[in-house]
Each structure stands twice: as C-alpha cells, then as structure tokens.
Nanobody
Framework: QVQLVESGGGLVQTGGSLRLSCAASGRAFSDYAMGWFRQAPGKEREFVAA????????YYTDSVKGRFTISRDNAKNTVYLQMNSLKPEDTALYYC????????????????WGLGTQVTVSS
C-alpha cells in the first residue's frame, strides 16, 4: 500500500506561482513512477506531468510545457510540481498518483491516488 497526501494548493493571481508537494508513505518510493493529474469543474480528470522513479525522464501535457516542472526527492519520499506563469485555465483540483508502471500511470489508471489539493488562479 502507498498513501499519498498532497499540499501546497491555494489561490494565486494570473502569472503567479505555486509549488505542490505530494508526500508518500508505504513501499519503496523510488520504485514508483509518480504523476500529477488535475480535474476542473465539469471536466474529466487529465494528465499533467509524470516522472520516473530515478528522475531520469519527465513527461508533460502540452498545455503546461515550459511552465510546470515535476521533480522528486526519493530521500524525502516526496514529489513536487512547480507551477509558474499560472493561468485561469490551470484552476483545478490537483491529484498526485503513483504506479509501478509509468505507462499505466499516464493513462490515469494508476494504482494509488491522493485526495487532491485545490489550485485556483484568479484573472
């Protein structure tokens, strides 16, 4: 079992920045690919970013490339999402996810999920 707890969400103005954190407990953190997803009101949950266990590879949805950065600290069992140049369309509930397989994680069918942290970007 892996438990995930997100933090760092909040209200920010357009152009501002936030850093989300996801603390994991349970089995060996470095074994897991980690990712961030988001869900805006009335929309389906969408993939935002993912990172492999070793941090060798990262992946982003096109709309956040150049603005968001995913990273992890395996010594702290934590994954981060640095979000810069935020836009109103980034407003959503952001979820952390984990899976042993990156391909599964990116489909949104990962094995473990947090409860989410709300990000609201005002115009």
């Amino acid at each position: 079992q892996v438990q995930l707890v997100e933090s760092g969400g909040g209200l920010v103005q357009t152009g501002g920045s936030l850093r989300l954190s996801c603390a994991a407990s349970g089995r060996a953190f470095s074994d897991y690919a980690m990712g961030w997803f988001r869900q805006a009101p009335g929309k389906e949950r969408e993939f935002v970013a993912a990172i492999t266990g070793s941090s060798r590879s990262t992946y982003y949805t096109d709309s956040v490339k150049g603005r968001f950065t995913i990273s992890r600290d395996n010594a702290k069992n934590t994954v981060y999402l640095q979000m810069n140049s935020l836009k109103p369309e980034d407003t959503a509930l952001y979820y952390c996810a984990a899976d042993l397989f990156l391909t599964v994680l990116r489909t949104g069918r990962g094995g473990y999920w947090g409860l989410g942290t709300q990000v609201t970007v005002s115009s």
